[in-house]
């Protein structure tokens, strides 16, 4: 009886100091080389990610134009110039007025030809959505219907991992030219010290030679820090004034502490029953800190890449905006012509005579670009998928599987309408558009028979304004010619604006 009882005691103690209360999973990710390998691979990971890339015309800025006047001078030169106007008016109206008017400074000739550049410069815009959901279908009937909806969107999900590719058709002479600066952020994460502690206690009363009690206490802690050591004890002392003692201790190279001590102590005769009793606390500190890449990349003539890295915490999932410039290696197009018509008004505010206006042009030379530049998307991702213990603040406390996925452009579901291709430079972003006047179902007006191709819509609509003033005051549309025949006035009510790319 005595050597079973023994042998059940063994066993508690066994059991209290090897494990069955120790794998709490706790700072996993430096301490249990097996949790990283809790990797598998996705048959299916647009379940689990989706990326889609929009661009932005980014506009050449516009030089705003600068007026000089009176304050523009310095001292000495604001004194001279009122004593000067003071001189040449008589009245103080007047000299107010052209104390308040801008400077004017003999006018240059304009100039008639504008390039478009073979260079364009767009902002990329890539939306990583990281999906909560995916529903089931029942594909074998006929008529499919929706069987069930699954729902992996725990505290904690993320995607950890993320890289970015955008490559460039081969063959096509458009390049990646240059990007914005980029630099490569660095995140400083806090990761912790995790530490634990376990208590029980057990009794066994036995009554087979008369009374006796034996009970049993004892503790377990661990702290989880940069020391890795393992030291356990066992004291059993029993009725017999019969002492054994066992101490062992294990050093681990991944810089793990784990520290149990166990402590026994027995008096009389073991038998009857046995109770256990078990408690566990748990604490941590930020005191552990490490640096993570949060976004990096790399470019070159056909290829950007990007990368991403996350850390505790960070979801990978958002939109991330680089910009790009393009170099299209097109022949130049045949200018386009587009008129700049002066002196539509005399100085009273009068219409002129269409055949008293100054009809200027514009030449413009632009890159023949005849279709879209077309590119290929993919992307990889590692997703963080919580399996228990999601409630745990501390990511190193929960036990997770990290699925892998690696989509092409050709598969990526966003993609199928464009046949898997991303519209990265329109043709119309880089070829002239221009403004057309037309009149319904007998085509565009002519003046002195070229047809009148506007630059902009206010330069259309001054001139649309301006036949309907020649009306107003009863002046005839000569040399404004519609489809071989001079426009009447009551054409020029159905008139209409159109845009033309060219």
Not at 171 to 198: H, M
Not at 265 to 270: A, I, K, R, V, Y
Not at 415 to 436: A, F, H, S, W
Not at 471 to 494: C, H, M, Q, W
Request: aromatic share 8%; charged share 25%.
């Amino acid at each position: 009886m005595i050597k079973r009882s023994l042998l059940i005691l063994f066993l508690l103690i066994f059991i209290c100091s090897c494990g069955i209360f120790k794998d709490k999973n706790l700072a996993k990710r430096y301490r249990n080389r097996t949790n990283l390998g809790t990797f598998k691979n996705s048959s299916n990971p647009q379940l689990f990610v989706q990326v889609d890339l929009n661009t932005i015309l980014i506009p050449s800025p516009k030089k705003d134009k600068i007026n000089y006047n009176v304050l523009s001078l310095s001292d000495k030169g604001q004194e001279a110039y009122i004593t000067s106007l003071n001189s040449k008016t008589s009245k103080e109206e007047e000299l107010i007025e052209s104390i308040n008017t801008n400077f004017q400074f003999t006018k240059f000739q304009k100039s008639k030809t504008k390039i478009i550049p073979n260079t364009i410069k767009k902002t990329l815009i890539f939306t990583v959505d990281r999906l909560h959901s995916y529903e089931i279908f029942d594909t074998i009937s006929d008529n499919p219907i929706k069987t069930t909806t699954v729902v992996f969107n725990n505290l904690g999900d993320r995607v950890s991992f993320l890289e970015l590719g955008l490559k460039l058709p081969k063959g096509d002479g458009t390049i990646f030219n240059s990007w914005d600066k980029y630099v490569t952020d660095k995140v400083t994460l806090n990761l912790g010290n995790v530490s634990s502690a376990q208590n029980w206690n057990a009794s066994v009363s036995a009554s087979a030679k008369g009374t006796g009690v034996v009970s049993l206490i004892g503790s377990n802690s661990k702290t989880e820090n940069l020391n890795s050591t393992e030291s356990n004890s066992i004291l059993l002392n029993t009725g017999n004034n019969n002492t054994d003692t066992t101490s062992y201790q294990i050093v681990s190279d991944d810089n793990n502490a784990d520290t149990n001590t166990n402590s026994i102590s027995s008096t009389g005769e073991l038998g009857g029953s046995a109770t256990i009793g078990y408690t566990d606390t748990y604490q941590t500190s930020l005191i552990l800190s490490s640096e993570v890449l949060k976004l990096s990349g790399t470019l070159s003539e056909k290829n950007v890449l990007l990368r991403q890295e996350g850390g505790p915490g960070i979801d990978l999932s958002g939109n991330i905006v680089v910009s790009v410039e393009y170099k299209l290696d097109e022949d130049w197009a045949i200018p386009i012509k587009f008129n700049k018509l002066s002196k539509l008004y005399n100085d009273s505010g009068k219409p002129n005579k269409p055949t008293d206006i100054t009809n200027d042009f514009l030449m413009v030379l632009f890159p023949d670009l005849k279709k879209d530049v077309n590119g290929e998307l993919e992307y990889k991702f590692l997703y963080r998928q919580v399996n228990k213990g999601n409630r745990h603040i501390p990511e190193a406390r929960q036990k997770v599987t990290y699925y892998h996925g690696d989509v092409k452009s050709n598969e990526n579901y966003l993609l199928k309408d464009n046949k898997g291709l991303i519209t990265l430079v329109k043709k119309e972003e880089v070829r002239p558009k221009g403004y057309l006047i037309n009149l319904k179902k007998s085509g565009n007006i002519k003046l002195n028979k070229e047809e009148l191709k506007f630059e902009t819509i206010s330069e259309a609509i001054n001139f649309l304004a301006y036949l309907n003033d020649l009306i107003a005051k009863k002046i005839p549309l000569a040399n404004v010619y519609v489809n071989g025949k001079t426009l009447s006035f009551k054409d020029v009510s159905e008139l209409q604006i159109i845009t033309n790319q060219f």
